[in-house]
């Protein structure tokens, strides 16, 4: 009996530890970084004028058990680098294979087995130098399929201010000679960051002008404005214009004669000169007068005189100066003129006007049709009321850039 009882005792010893085995050392699964996991990244790049040191941080964390992590896969969409990769955690530069293409560079990071627990994420660094030179820089900001969490830029505040940058300064602050640069999370691959007082847009402007009728009519184009702040060289025009000219407002016209049934591909490229103060040569522009922007039709301006007594204004049928309003009246005047026309004419999407060759209507007609309209006949029409009551107003062409 008494040898019975001595091996239950070292059955239930041995169960015993079997239990404390289970509940003190469960198995950590293992998979590799990209299953299941969450990945952050931070950039920093430090830049003396001659060599562009990068450093992105890698923070890998999850919110489920834990796990051991064997590798990790990177792609940099940059070549010609040679990065080291070091763990945080380990103290210690972990092996690594290096992969690279023409315009990329792929690393598939040993991490030798790394415990991920959810309240101990995993940090890494990658480092990386390159030579860079000149005013105008490219600098990496966001990996395939990894969130960026920040971004900063370091440089000696000897070069000078940045006059541009794509992704929106937050804050510059200045340590030792340095300024520290951080920008609001980028959405795009590369930030790019320009130095001067002077920035050079390239620009081309192809459309097509056409005309369905039966007589020949004229088309105007309009390029982007040369004022204070930019000046436009024109590098090539194909076909020529019939005529060319630059009106009081600073706008340069270009005018085609169409004949009837016929069409003609316009090809224009050239640059813009942004100043990052205004030149010396500044003034006022006049205000061009336009056929366009006439309105004569006395039953639609009491329509509108009607429309804007609806916001509280007590103006006659045939009111049209803004000057006998008081302050207050006149920002109120403003303002339903504005929503008269955005109430009264539906937007077409699906076309620019004559920007795109089409031919373009006066704003009297526009208003009293009150049909479709496009972005353009919407401009014509507010300066075309502005202007009857005596409201200065200009139309300028605005282009958008795709440099990101």
Same mark, same amino acid.
């Given at each position: 009996?008494?040898?019975?009882? @001595? ?18 050392? !469960? ?11 969450? &990945? ?6 430090? %830049?003396?004028?001659?060599? /562009? ?21 990177? =792609? ?6 040679? $990065? ?16 690279? @293409? ?37 600098? /990496?900001?966001?990996?395939?399929? &990894? ?16 006059? %541009? ?11 030792? @000679? ?28 192809? *459309? =097509?002008?056409?005309?369905?009728? +039966? ?14 702040? !930019? ?9 020529? $214009?019939?005529?060319?000219? *630059? +009106? ?28 990052? !103060? ?14 366009? %922007? ?35 009246? *006149? ?28 031919? #373009? ?25 502005? #202007? ?11 282009? /958008?850039?795709?440099?990101?």
């Amino acid at each position: 009996m008494r040898n019975l009882l @001595g091996y239950f005792h070292k059955i239930l010893y041995l169960f015993s530890i079997l239990f404390l085995n289970f509940v003190f050392f !469960q198995p950590i699964s293992n998979l590799s970084a990209q299953e299941a996991l969450s &990945i952050k990244s931070t950039f920093h790049h430090n %830049w003396d004028g001659e060599r /562009l040191d990068t450093t992105i941080y890698l923070t890998l964390s999850t919110e489920s058990a834990s796990t051991v992590v064997t590798y990790l896969t990177v =792609t940099i969409p940059q070549s010609n680098i040679n $990065p080291e990769i070091f763990s945080i955690n380990r103290d210690k530069v972990l092996e690594h294979t290096t992969h690279k @293409g023409k315009e990329s560079t792929d690393l598939v990071i040993d991490l030798e087995k790394s415990p991920l627990y959810k309240d101990k994420p995993i940090t890494l660094k990658i480092t990386y130098f390159q030579s860079l030179t000149g005013n105008t820089l490219s600098l /990496l900001s966001k990996l395939s399929n &990894i969130d960026t969490k920040e971004f900063l830029f370091t440089y000696p505040s000897s070069l000078g201010q940045i006059s %541009w940058s794509s992704a929106t300064i937050l804050n510059e602050e200045e340590k030792g @000679g340095k300024v520290e640069v951080t920008t609001e999370i980028p959405n795009t691959d590369f930030v790019k960051i320009t130095f001067g007082e002077q920035i050079i847009y390239s620009f081309d402007i192809n *459309k =097509t002008l056409s005309n369905s009728s +039966d007589t020949t009519i004229y088309s105007e184009v309009t390029l982007p404005i040369n004022n204070s702040y !930019q000046n436009i060289v024109i590098s090539s025009i194909n076909p020529l $214009p019939d005529k060319a000219y *630059k +009106d009081i407002d600073g706008n340069y016209i270009l005018q085609y004669s169409i004949v009837s049934q016929s069409a003609i591909d316009l090809k224009i490229s050239g640059f813009i000169y942004m100043n990052q !103060q205004e030149s010396d040569d500044s003034k006022e522009y006049l205000i061009e007068q336009n056929p366009l %922007w006439k309105i004569s039709n006395a039953s639609l301006i009491r329509h509108v005189n009607r429309y804007v007594n609806t916001y509280g204004l007590k103006v006659s049928d045939t009111f049209s100066d803004i000057n006998e309003l008081d302050p207050e009246d *006149k920002q109120v005047f403003y303002e339903s003129i504005y929503r008269y026309v955005i109430e009264y004419l539906q937007p077409n999407v699906n076309s620019v006007g004559s920007l795109s060759g089409a031919e #373009r209507l006066g704003s009297e007609d526009v208003l009293v049709k009150q049909g479709m309209s496009s972005n353009e006949e919407y401009a014509d029409a507010i300066i075309a009321l502005y #202007r009857y009551y005596k409201i200065p107003a200009r139309f300028v062409i605005g282009y /958008l850039s795709n440099i990101s």
